[in-house]
T-cell receptor, first 111, second 113 residues
Framework: EDQVTQSPEALRLQEGESSSLNCSYT??????LFWYRQDPGKGPEFLFTLYSAGEEKEKERLKATLTKKESFLHITAPKPEDSATYLC????????????FGRGTSLIVHP | KAGVTQTPRYLIKTRGQQVTLSCSPI?????VSWYQQTPGQGLQFLFE???????NKGNFPGRFSGRQFSNSRSEMNVSTLELGDSALYLC????????????FGPGTRLTVL
């Protein structure tokens, strides 16, 4: 069973059509949850780190929220340039802090 | 500030060969991590070096190895290549060894024929 599950796998939106991406996790203790954006042919680009339930972070049209079992990446009034794959990674308490990545959500925003 | 650079960007090898990939982290960053990204498995952690010492290692066979130099530049080596090693190999650097905010390079696309 995957520790980090992202849904949906793919999402197509019209420009301006707001939506949310989900990242659910099953680690016993969460040290941190990370969101990254990855454009085709490039490495992931860091977006946010969330540490505790109830925490929220915003950047332009993106807002990340965290509960005890999942995180949401809300995209408000998306533009075509928001098209990318969004990756979520989870870091467990104790141990090595190695992040476990989800498979990602591929977002396409049509003009 | 220059970002993380990786060389080469593309590489084609045949089964049984070995390959060395290079990564130059952001100036001042002492932590360098390597990841393998494939469509089937996603992003998987290979290993991390901090101040020339391997701090963590993922669940990969011993054919995958790495090292870090005193200037923080890192190399990754894969020996006896297999078809399944075809992937995007990503390097990420950070100021500490806690992975809190990692900066990724563009990756090296390795194709094994």
């Amino acid at each position: 069973e995957d520790q980090v599950t992202q849904s949906p796998e793919a999402l197509r939106l019209q420009e301006g059509e707001s939506s949310s991406l989900n990242c659910s996790y099953t680690v016993s203790g969460l040290r941190g949850l990370f969101w990254y954006r990855q454009d085709p042919g490039k490495g992931p680009e860091f977006l946010f780190t969330l540490y505790s339930a109830g925490e929220e972070k915003e950047k332009e049209r993106l807002k990340a929220t965290l509960t005890k079992k999942e995180s949401f990446l809300h995209i408000t009034a998306p533009k075509p340039e928001d098209s990318a794959t969004y990756l979520c990674a989870v870091q467990e308490t104790g141990g090595s802090y190695i992040p476990t990545f989800g498979r990602g959500t591929s977002l396409i925003v049509h003009p | 500030k220059a970002g993380v650079t990786q060389t080469p960007r593309y590489l084609i090898k045949t089964r049984g060969q070995q390959v060395t990939l290079s990564c130059s982290p952001i100036s001042g960053h002492r932590s360098v991590s390597w990841y393998q990204q494939t469509p089937g498995q996603g992003l998987q952690f290979l290993f991390e070096y901090f101040s020339e010492t391997q701090r963590n290692k993922g669940n990969f066979p011993g054919r995958f190895s790495g090292r870090q130099f005193s200037n923080s530049r890192s190399e990754m080596n894969v020996s006896t290549l297999e078809l399944g090693d075809s992937a995007l190999y990503l390097c990420a650097s950070g100021p500490s060894s806690t992975y809190n905010e990692q900066f990724f390079g563009p990756g090296t696309r390795l194709t094994v024929l």
